[in-house]
């Protein structure tokens, strides 16, 4: 099966080898190698690039091949990355509690160093009793088997109701966004048991790997990051290969037509919105412990918008597209953001690239929706001089929302 | 002879406008129809009904052998239980090859499960080279249906509906935008499939449903105008008065 | 008289003798000389009663000057001057009596009376029935605000004296009802008292609330044995029943000193940890003291030994909670008052559930007002047109700029609101129609490449506001007239902003029913929306009117924006709080629809309004539910509430 996928895609295999190279390189240049031409900071910045390609590329599935614009992923992105936060939170306020009460006369009872985790974790809420939510922090296994559950239970009942009721297009991004919102607004609260806009922190710091050097775990939590998005990548075209792929394109471009041929459109449609939801989970669960820190904003509903942004960059419906415009546009807009880009002086006005930046995000953003709807992705159609069909202007689908011959030539 | 689709007393109103009222209409197993009728008398919106899309006011849509209930079911269960539709627009996915379009369309399992990890097998490679003969689009395999002429497009589309085996198909202007020896091919086609199966043919052009040689119903108003073949209906004042009178 | 003659015999004995008859006052003060001096709040009361009691008429001034500090003592001869500082160590002295000039001293020949803050407050007390009949209407004023702010027994005879020759009919209506007020609180007789409680018993006031309450206060206790007799409580508790449990009933008694307290967990493992003793405790090894049940025995062990005071088992509370009986008591002795009290404020509360009910109908109305401003321009350009724009907020923020640039040209308020209503307007009309022109117009029936790329313009348009203004909110000022709020009574107001902003809205819904339903600009858009082609071929522009239409949606938003700044703050986040809820209320409403809209913004206000009622302590929790709620009305009503029905939906 393996050699079909690689026959019918070659660009499969240049990806995963340019992956490996990639991989191979930091390795080398990262100080844990010893020759620290990659400083720590820069390897954990390009480890969290690969997570956040794992993201676009599963917005690219849910977006690009089955046309549902979701503004929602990057929350599933967040939650994956609270889920597991919960646990190197639980687990590292738990060795150093113990480590203070190991010194008391009278060793201590479970209890006592329950409350003491939960004063030392939640006392920044003014509370000192753990939630329910918090009820397996202390069990890696169940935690990491919830990076995966929470968000695909969750995407699993938004998307049963949205589906459910034929809401598409517009409707549906919007409802999207809505439930973004609630729950970066239910997070915000300090009562929603996961210390309100604190969020989560410390998570850098890996419970029982206080041996490792920071510069060791970023080179190992990079592999990680890279591996996931190998075998997300996999994933990807394996569910975007053959019929299956078949019919979610279908749905993107008419969906009644697909209905009408008996698929079972909500369906599809909910697989792959929660799959791609775990997809996020996942790639959230290995970003954050390499940030240190999640709270609330990053679950903003502009996080997400930011997520299609890239995507949109890269080149939708094509899985390096989405790679591609992550890596470019994260890596980009972290140079600038960073103060490293040289300022522009205008003579009455220096241009500091740390206001500007956005605005130049946002309009090349219109720029590439107008003129490059392929996106970065299309330099490669022009490199490989892909022909597209010519349709005379028509419209490649009967809804309002299908692509249209302009799009595709262009 | 058994009946395979009964429509009884359907009525369905939108903001007070009668788009079909107390509309009786049957069908049996291996049978030709043609539906006639000027525009607005609710053909669209009989086939809606019929696949599901719309839900009547009231009235009762009964399927099959064993006197199945087709109200309140979705249109991708309709179109399993074996109603094929072919739409007014040649409605195929252009995006995609000819032959991925024949395959979507064949009939399979339709679970997301199965259909994951679903490889083409010998057998249905060979049925979809054999319906791309059948629609004269054997050439035509590799190619985006994108990129195919109009008429094509509408036997892609047949293609597609034969390649569901429906036991009944809903086929609303298949002639339209094709040359005469395009509406031939068309004719044959449809003949063809009539012999086992069910076949509704919606469509103005008289001169191709004289082609078709079938009973004839005519709809007006929401309701059954007159029923039988075409000159028989052609005759009817009824018929004359709101079809070619006006 | 008697107090006179008395203190006229007493004057005898003084070595400067002041007469009674040529001077009262100074006689007055020489007898209560002592504890004057002495300047003790615990002993000074009789002092200044006999002041204010004396009915001379010098009696105010003295009170006054000596609460100010004025009030100075001649070491000479002991006698009491009003004295005021001339120059240097010079001093003015002044006669109490007369009223007259009592010549200078030197600083070092006087001593003055520093009454403290307690004494003060006392002579203020005793003033009030003097300020109470001031001729000066705002000094009347001014002195039953204080005793409104302090009240006191002491004040209720001078007022009620105060009521009939009272002549202002606001100040007799104020004074009559803070006697009622203070006749609740300390009237002579359980009748009278009732008498008051009962009168202002339909009273919404604050004060009612505030006087009653105090007097239904009630204690927790425990008695030893059962309820004494004469004891006011509101009924006897019985411990295991109506949410007092036999633990409250237990912390109680060891609140009260009637029982011991239980050792708790942490005086355990502190006992423990001093009564180690080679690497045991209480016999058990310390390692084991992990163990919360190995804890125990071993502190069990540990008072037998009598080192520690034992645990208290759960038989002996048992038997502590049974020997004891419980109520609330109140301080207040007479069952009358308080039961009068009690009926008066359940039906005021009654009373007040239904005024909070109809503010809080007030409340949501302007939520709702707001929802529906913030929508209305999107009800065009997305519900009409079927535009989407994500950069719709943005607009509402430039709006509310440009009414903070024109306040800062403008510096009259009102004739700046009055300048930048039209000049955000044309702002956001002319970003409106350049965005159409530009982007929009490229992407006609591409809805969500629209709104991909609306999105980009909003987050340009908000990092440029950001360059602009800067991140910190910028003020945008209501003018003085919409400042203050519309009072119906105590429980029920509304501020005047929120009214003009509920006005504006139905302007606002009536300017877009005319636009839409009587002109022509209105019947050319409807038509370009239902049918592009046709309308073109009938001789319409269809990129003219999608222009017009779009620059009029972004022009309302304009508009709105300086409304929204008003009362909210003015950052460059402005539109984005705003945005998810602008479109929840149109698609809530349903798309294409003003009537929808309006619906639509009813009922997400209302909506809020509720849970935040529910739940006042949390808006974020209220925003949270409201959304979760509108994704579940969606199913049952995906095409929002009034919905476009038939083929004309479309799909």
């Known amino acids: ?410 | 002879m058994n009946t395979l689709l009964e429509v009884s007393g359907v009525s369905i109103s939108f903001d007070g406008f009668k788009a079909i009222n107390n509309l009786t209409f049957a069908i049996g197993a291996a049978e030709m129809r043609a539906i006639i009728g000027p525009n607005g008398a609710g053909k669209t919106t009989f086939m809606d009904i019929v696949t599901g899309k719309t839900k009547p006011d009231e009235g009762r849509v009964i399927w099959g052998e064993k006197g199945q209930s087709l109200l309140g079911l979705s249109e991708a269960r309709i179109a399993r239980e074996g109603i094929g539709r072919k739409f007014q627009k040649p409605t195929v996915f252009e995006d995609q090859s000819v032959q991925d379009n024949l395959l979507m369309a064949l009939k399979n399992k339709r679970g997301p499960f199965s259909v994951l990890f679903y490889r083409p097998s010998a057998a249905d490679l060979e049925r979809v080279e054999e319906l791309a003969t059948t629609i004269g689009l054997n050439e035509q395999l590799a190619r985006k249906s994108g990129e195919l002429s109009h008429g094509q497009k509408q036997w892609l589309e047949i293609g597609m509906l034969l390649a569901q085996e429906p036991r009944l198909l809903l086929v609303d202007e298949p002639a339209a935008g094709m040359t005469p020896q395009e509406r031939e091919h068309t004719t044959a086609i449809l003949v063809e499939a009539a012999k086992t199966r069910a076949v509704v043919v919606v469509e103005h052009d008289m001169e191709f449903v004289r082609r078709l040689d079938c009973r004839v119903t005519v709809l007006h108003e929401g309701s059954v105008l007159a029923e039988g073949s075409l000159d028989h209906v052609t005759k009817n004042p009824d018929v004359i008065d709101v079809y070619l009178g006006r | 008289m008697l107090r006179l003659i008395m203190a006229g015999l007493m004057l005898l004995a003084l070595p400067f003798a002041v007469s009674a008859q040529e001077a009262p006052v100074q006689a007055l003060l020489q007898d209560h000389a002592e504890i004057i001096t002495k300047n003790s709040r615990k002993t000074i009361g009789p002092a200044i009663d006999a002041v204010a009691t004396s009915a001379l008429p010098q009696a105010q001034e003295v009170l006054q000057a000596w609460q100010a500090k004025e009030m100075w003592l001649r070491k000479s001869d002991g006698l009491f001057f009003k004295a005021e500082k001339l120059d240097g160590k010079t001093y003015q002295l002044t006669d109490f009596d007369t009223g007259l000039d009592a010549g200078t001293a030197q600083k070092a020949d006087l001593k003055q009376i520093k009454p403290n803050s307690g004494i003060r407050a006392l002579i203020g007390t005793a003033l009030v029935q003097f300020q109470l009949s001031d001729p000066d209407p705002v000094r009347r004023s001014a002195a039953l605000t204080s005793l409104e702010r302090d009240r006191n027994a002491a004040s209720l005879t001078p007022l009620r004296a105060s009521i009939d020759s009272e002549a202002d009919p606001d100040l007799k209506a104020r004074k009559i009802r803070l006697e009622r007020l203070l006749t609740m609180a300390f009237g002579e007789s359980d009748t009278a008292r009732v008498a008051a409680i009962q009168s202002m018993s339909g009273d919404l006031g604050v004060d009612v609330r505030a006087t009653l309450n105090p007097i239904v206060a009630s204690t927790r206790t425990a008695f030893a044995g059962t309820l004494p007799d004469g004891v006011n409580s509101a009924g006897a508790l019985i411990p295991g029943s109506g949410g007092f449990t036999d633990a409250d009933a237990y912390a109680l008694l060891v609140d009260l000193k009637l029982a011991p307290a239980q050792v708790s967990a942490a005086e355990i493992r502190e006992a423990l940890a001093q009564n180690i003793s080679g690497a045991r405790s209480g016999g058990v090894p310390v390692a084991q003291l992990s163990d919360p049940a190995r804890r125990l025995a071993a502190y069990d062990t540990l008072a037998e030994g009598g080192l520690v005071p034992p645990r208290v088992t759960p038989q002996q509370q048992a038997a502590a909670i049974a020997a004891h009986s419980y109520a609330d008591v109140y301080s207040e002795p007479s069952a009358q008052v308080t039961d009068a009290a009690q009926q008066a404020l359940k039906g005021i509360s009654t009373r007040v559930a239904v005024s909070q009910a109809a503010d809080l109908t007030l409340d949501a109305l302007s939520l709702a007002s707001i929802y529906f401003l913030a929508a209305i321009g999107l009800a065009i350009t997305f519900g009409v047109m079927g535009v989407i724009n994500m950069a719709h907020g943005e607009f509402i923020m430039m709006g509310a700029y440009t009414g903070y640039v024109v306040q800062q040209i403008i510096p009259n308020h009102t004739l700046s609101i009055i300048v930048a209503i039209p000049m955000a307007f044309a702002v956001t009309f002319a970003a409106g129609v350049a965005l159409e022109r530009l982007v929009i117009r490229w992407l006609y029936n591409r809805p969500l490449e629209t709104l991909l790329a609306t999105f980009g313009i909003s987050i340009a348009l908000q990092q440029l506001a950001k360059n602009i203004f800067g991140t910190q909110a910028r003020p945008l000022t209501s003018p003085g007239w919409l400042d203050g709020a519309w009072v119906v009574n105590d429980v029920i107001s509304i501020s005047y902003i929120r009214i003009a902003i509920f006005v504006l809205a139905l302007i606002f819904l009536g300017v877009f029913l005319f636009i839409m339903n009587r002109t022509r600009l209105g019947l050319e858009t409807r038509a370009v929306t239902q049918n592009r082609r046709m309308a073109a071929s009938m001789g319409i522009n269809p990129d003219k009117v999608n222009m017009l239409t779009f620059g009029i949606g972004s022009g309302i938003a304009g508009i709105a924006g300086v409304a929204i700044g008003l009362f909210a703050k003015v950052t460059s986040e402005l539109g984005s709080d705003y945005i998810v809820q602008s479109f929840m209320t149109v698609v809530v409403g349903g798309v294409g629809n003003i009537w929808g809209t309006l619906a639509g913004a009813a009922m997400i206000g209302f909506f809020q309004k509720g849970i935040e009622w529910l739940n006042p302590s949390n808006t974020l929790a209220a925003q949270t539910y409201m959304i979760v709620f509108i994704i579940l009305f969606i199913q049952f009503r995906p095409r929002g509430i009034v919905a476009l029905k038939g083929r004309a939906a479309g799909d």
């Open chain 1, 1 to 410: 099966m393996q050699n079909t996928i690689f026959a019918r895609n070659p660009s499969v295999l240049i990806f995963l080898s340019l992956l490996g190279l990639f991989t191979l390189l930091v390795t080398l240049g990262a100080e844990a190698s010893g020759t620290g031409i990659i400083s720590t900071s820069f390897v954990k910045t390009l480890g969290k690039t690969l997570c956040l390609c794992l993201a676009a590329l599963a917005m690219d599935l849910v977006w690009g091949y089955c046309g549902i614009l979701s503004l929602g992923h990057f929350a599933f992105f967040g939650l994956g990355g609270y889920m597991i936060g919960m646990w190197l939170m639980y687990e590292r306020t738990r060795d150093i509690v113990a480590g203070a009460l190991a010194d008391a006369p009278i060793p201590p009872t479970t209890q006592e160093i329950t409350d003491a985790i939960g004063t030392q974790i939640f006392g920044v809420v003014g509370s000192n009793e753990f939630p329910l939510i918090w009820s397996f922090a202390d069990s890696l296994i169940l935690q990491l088997a919830m990076v995966v559950l929470v968000p695909g239970a969750l995407a699993l009942v938004f998307g049963w109701l949205a589906f459910r009721s034929r809401v598409t297009g517009v409707y549906l991004s919007i409802l999207t966004q809505a439930m973004t919102l609630a729950l970066a607004l239910y997070l915000f609260q300090n009562d929603s048991g996961l210390r309100g806009n604190n969020g989560l922190s410390g998570l850098q710091n890996i419970p029982g790997l206080d041996a490792v050097p920071q510069s060791v775990l970023s080179v190992w939590f990079f592999w990680a990051s890279a591996l996931a998005l190998a075998l997300g990548y996999l994933l990807a075209v394996f569910i975007t290969q053959g019929k299956f792929g078949s019919v979610i394109r279908g749905i993107r471009d008419d969906e009644a037509r697909v209905r009408f041929l008996g698929y079972p459109v909500e369906v599809y449609k909910l697989v792959i919105f929660a799959v791609t939801a775990c997809i996020a989970g996942i790639a959230g669960a290995l970003y954050y412990p390499q940030a240190g820190i999640i709270n609330p904003a990053e679950v903003a509903p502009i996080a997400s918008i930011y997520l299609a942004v890239w995507v949109a960059i890269g080149g939708r419906g094509r899985l390096y597209g989405a790679v591609i415009g992550a890596a470019f546009v994260s890596l980009v807009s972290s140079w600038f953001t960073g103060g490293q880009a040289p300022d522009v002086p205008l003579g009455f006005y220096t241009l500091k690239w740390v206001d500007w930046w956005l605005v130049l995000l946002g309009l090349s953003f219109v720029l590439v929706t107008l003129f490059a709807p392929k996106g970065l992705g299309g330099l490669v159609d022009l490199w490989s001089n892909r022909k597209s069909p010519n349709r005379h202007g028509a419209d490649l689908g009967p809804s309002a929302g299908a692509l249209r011959e302009q799009e595709a030539s262009e």
